[in-house]
């Protein structure tokens, strides 16, 4: 019972000194600007891209190899606006700032309530506001690249009933969606995590090691996704 309430109290400890970090970095206006700013960039390379990719397809492809037009009409835009809104909340996943496995951002409570001229006073609305705000500077990227993609893909085929487009359709457009808002999963941020996180159980010393990589590398996903993308696109 000691040895855990020792562990409880430390990993306490360790998401408050974290928590107040994350607050101080992704709060910062800076961030927020930068956030949409890098969602701008990227948009602009990604319809670029998919006007090359289309024309490129009209010249070597048959017909119904094709995934992708110039410009997808009206009718097929508007069928996955109205699949996206019945599944965004699926679609959307995670936010990808809370990446962090013991921390567990989107379901933990971190800051308690204290006392305050007769008021229950707590940091934890501003905790959890710091990554909707950076969420909600990605919703509208999200959801462009995943309307145009997914309506490119069906008036390629024809397929005006969404009910009949191929699963892979939908895979395509979520995994565009997520790397045009830097949110797709990433081989090495995850072996990063783990790293960050080795267990209750593990050895002092890999305990020390994912401090000190939390320390350095707070946040991995997203620079990480930003020098694939870079890579990717030029």
Request: net charge positive; proline share 4%.
């Amino acid at each position: 019972v000691r040895l855990s309430s020792r562990r409880q109290r430390q990993r306490c400890i360790r998401d408050g000194v974290n928590a107040w970090r994350h607050i101080a970095m992704l709060l910062n206006p800076k961030t927020q600007i930068r956030n949409v700013g890098g969602n701008v960039i990227m948009a602009a390379m990604r319809e670029t891209a998919a006007k090359v990719s289309a024309g490129l397809q009209n010249v070597l492809l048959k017909p119904g190899e094709r995934t992708q037009v110039f410009k997808a009409g009206k009718e097929y835009k508007d069928a996955a606006t109205a699949f996206y809104e019945a599944n965004k909340k699926a679609l959307l996943g995670v936010n990808k700032y809370q990446e962090n496995i013991k921390l567990n951002m989107p379901n933990k409570r971190v800051f308690a309530n204290h006392k305050i001229l007769g008021m229950n006073v707590s940091l934890e609305p501003i905790r959890k506001l710091t990554y909707k705000l950076l969420e909600w500077g990605d919703v509208p990227f999200f959801k462009r690249a995943y309307i145009d993609r997914l309506s490119s893909y069906a008036q390629a085929k024809g397929i005006k009933d969404f009910s009949r487009l191929p699963q892979e359709a939908f895979s395509v457009a979520l995994k565009e969606a997520e790397q045009a808002t830097y949110k797709d999963a990433n081989v090495i941020a995850d072996a990063l995590n783990r790293w960050k996180n080795p267990g209750a159980d593990a050895s002092i010393y890999k305990k020390a090691g994912g401090f000190l990589l939390e320390g350095l590398m707070p946040f991995t996903k997203t620079p990480l996704n930003i020098i694939g993308r870079g890579i990717q696109y030029s």
